[in-house]
């Protein structure tokens, strides 16, 4: 049995076995299938704070939604930062409300962002969405509770995913398509490659990873 979960895309319920990102005022609810929903940095003004917060928190409630983001903090885009934090902040309290796990967008706070969340007590997974940094920053993030989401970025060669998937395989490690034009299947396949892993193996890695972690939201076998 294959399943080769897609744990964040922007396609909408392109394949079953996946979690379809909700960007909070710019998407909406599927009709089908796991979805997560997020304030994304890149996508409100500081006035549609409150309006945006309430839509996460009415779509937490909903059984399909398994996480709450991609949410986060983004150097280069989006609101001041102290806006972002704000944000941030009010979406780890949702996702704390909601025993849900997180879904990061971050782009160089890494520092910042594990600070925030340090001053929690939260204790389900952080899924460091698109992660492609180094291994110092990934040192960051060694509680079990952090795992890594790694996308397209392991098809280029000598991208720092690649050596963040040899290091942290199987423990710490879920795969994405995001908003590449890609199959899930060829991010495993590239990973199977890189690691010497039957792609199959990989599979089985990641279906009981995410059994722990989803174990009462999706009826996995
Ligand atoms: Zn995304």
Known sequence: MQ?????????EFHYKNSIYNVIAGKDSIPDLGFFSIGIHPWYYKESEEFNLIE???????????????????????????????RVFRSQ???????????????????????KIIDEYDFKYIIILHGFNQKTETAKLFVEEKYV????NSLILNN?????????????KILFETDNAEILIEHIYEKASQILNVDKNKIDIEVHSKLKTIFADKINLK
């Open 148 to 151: 890594f989401s790694l996308g």
């Open 55 to 85: 839509i996460v928190n009415k779509a937490a409630k909903n059984p399909r939604c398994l996480a709450i983001g991609e949410c986060g903090l983004d150097k280069f885009n989006g609101p001041p930062l102290f806006i972002q934090e």
């Open 3 to 11: 399943s080769f979960w897609d744990v964040h895309t922007h396609k």
């Open 92 to 114: 780890i309290n949702i996702a704390i409300q909601q025993n849900k796990p997180l879904i990061i967008h971050c782009v160089k706070h890494y520092p910042l962002l594990k």
């Open 159 to 171: 991208s720092n995913s690649i050596e963040i998937l040899k290091n942290y395989y199987p423990h």
